[in-house]
């Protein structure tokens, strides 16, 4: 199988992690990461010489993963399906944006290209998505996280973070609205509303737990299949405790998949 050469969009913690990691993927070469052109020469310094920093997705670029936040969607990612790249996307949240949805699928359609919307940092999506063909009746999430990964968000304003004592619901609301507000804690609100009952109809609660280390996903379904409830404790990265390990690796395995011929 020939070798996956990828473009990355992004380099923060997933993406200085995926470089890092993806060194040791059989037949899958990062060759450039796109980053905004103010970290440029800064980005350039930190990668290996054989990544080129850049601030446009290059023209010979086959497939882009993005992992740098909602408004690399439109930035990047639907510019470079147009022209016919095939695009893997971290920051699925990013669909909450009226018309988004629609935007990604006409310009996949124009160029004849796929855009995957990937797991991240949660599990049991393609169990989700299969249930949905029978009929699904009900679709909760929960995303808990220590009160320190709700800094610089919205939550800010309403509690005082650092002297929550007890578990504390930030935000109870739709899948759409959840992601809107916390665009860099709710896309996986988003990827389980796409899999299952859509942005509107799925209810999500956030909630900041002074009691937890880890990000806490629950999901729990109930429909024509049966039922089905899900708990994932992620472990933080290092880098950005707002994201889950398990987000970098679901972006591995993607990629993995591309040059393996039996996948998973
Ligand atoms: N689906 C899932 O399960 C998850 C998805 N995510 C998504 O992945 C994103 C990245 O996560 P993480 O790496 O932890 O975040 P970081 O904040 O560590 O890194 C994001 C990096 O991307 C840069 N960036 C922002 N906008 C653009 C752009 N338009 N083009 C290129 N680079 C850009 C940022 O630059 P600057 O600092 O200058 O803004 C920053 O360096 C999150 O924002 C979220 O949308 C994250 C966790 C889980
Ligand atoms: O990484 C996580 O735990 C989930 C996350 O931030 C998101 O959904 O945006």
Not at 13 to 34: E, F
Not at 206 to 221: F, K, S, Y
């Amino acid at each position: 199988m020939p070798e996956q050469q990828v473009t990355l969009v992004g380099h923060g913690a997933i993406g200085r992690s995926l470089v890092q990691r993806s060194a040791a993927l059989p037949g899958v070469r990062i060759t450039h990461v796109v980053v905004p052109p103010h970290h440029r020469d800064a980005t350039q310094a930190a990668l290996p010489a054989s990544i080129e920093a850049c601030s446009t997705v290059p023209a010979s670029t086959r497939l882009l993963l993005e992992c740098a936040g909602h408004s690399a969607l439109l930035e990047h990612v639907l510019p470079a399906l147009e022209r016919g790249v095939e695009c893997a996307v971290l920051s699925v949240g990013a669909v909450s944006e009226p018309g988004m949805l629609e935007q990604l699928e006409a310009a996949a359609r124009r160029g004849a290209a796929q855009v995957h919307l990937l797991s991240g940092a949660i599990g049991g999506v393609d169990a989700l998505a299969a249930a949905r063909l029978a009929g699904l009746d009900d679709v909760t999430y929960t995303g808990r996280k220590p009160p320190g990964s709700w800094s610089g968000t919205p939550a800010e304003q309403s509690f005082d973070l650092r002297a929550l004592r007890e578990p504390t619901v930030i935000l109870e609301a739709s899948a759409r609205e959840a992601a809107r507000l916390y665009p860099k804690n709710a896309n996986v609100a988003a990827t389980i509303a796409l899999a299952g009952l859509g942005l509107d109809r799925t209810r999500v609660q956030l909630v900041a737990d002074p009691g937890v280390t880890e990000n806490i996903h629950e999901i729990r379904v109930r429909g024509a299949f049966g039922e089905m409830a899900i708990t994932m404790r992620g472990q933080p990265l290092a880098d950005n405790p707002k994201t889950s390990a398990l987000t970098v690796l679901s972006a591995l395995r993607f990629l993995s998949n591309r040059t393996s011929p039996v996948t998973l």
